[in-house]
């Protein structure tokens, strides 16, 4: 005797053998076997100079510091990054050591993923590899445009520039205008200057009603107009 499947039957298989689709937020924000979730408190050290690159990491919450030192001691800030960065992806293109520090200058949350994980999953989900290549592209587009800055331009618009990098300005609908307790230190590491200068234009800004400080940094959209000044 023959039996055929009522519809409802057949659309009950096929919902049933239909691939989930994947969630690369989701994928971001939960824990699992090859991948966890980790906190770190202000100024404690995520992996240091010349540690094994074994992972690859996802910023939560909070804010990272990516800096590096030479042979004779010479320190460099390379990168100051906020929630929805990536970093210490270098393993995945044959660093066997982590090339630089990241330290968290805020209380942090991130995901840590396995290195073999996260190749697994670019391979096999669309959604997250197509996220990930973004990012990429656009943080060496921002690396080029800060060498060029150190390069041809005065302190000021470097400085400009990564105020309003810190405030995340252009990454959401609106900036995160309270900068994270970054030091002036820090911000002459990073754009190549001394503190002196650092201190004398971040006045100028202040006088000028770009920043203020009220229970610490914040910024104003219109320090945009020293990066668009020509």
Do not use: C, W
């Amino acid at each position: 005797m023959q039996v055929i499947a009522s519809p409802r039957n057949i659309k009950s298989k096929r919902k049933s053998t239909q691939k989930r689709e994947f969630d690369a937020q989701a994928f971001l924000d939960s824990a699992g076997t090859a991948r966890k979730v980790v906190e770190y408190r202000r100024s404690q050290k995520i992996y240091s100079q010349g540690d094994p690159a074994t992972s690859v990491m996802y910023i939560q919450k909070g804010g990272v510091k990516l800096s590096v030192v030479n042979e004779v001691g010479k320190k460099a800030v390379l990168a100051i990054l906020g929630p929805g960065d990536f970093f210490g992806e270098g393993g995945m293109a044959g660093q066997s050591v982590r090339m630089g520090t990241a330290t968290a200058i805020t209380p942090t949350t991130l995901l840590d993923i396995e290195k073999n994980e996260m190749i697994r999953v670019l391979h096999a989900e669309h959604a997250l590899s197509d996220r990930f290549v973004s990012y990429m592209l656009s943080r060496n587009i921002r690396i080029e445009e800060d060498l060029m800055d150190q390069l041809f331009n005065s302190s000021e618009k470097p400085l400009a520039r990564t105020l309003l990098l810190l405030a995340r300005y252009g990454k959401q609908d609106r900036p995160q205008k309270m900068l994270p307790k970054v030091s002036q230190e820090m911000l002459a590491e990073m754009i190549g200057t001394t503190r002196s200068r650092v201190n004398f234009f971040m006045n100028k800004f202040r006088k000028l009603g770009f920043i203020h400080y009220n229970g610490g940094l914040q910024v104003h959209n219109s320090l945009l107009s020293v990066v668009l000044h020509e």
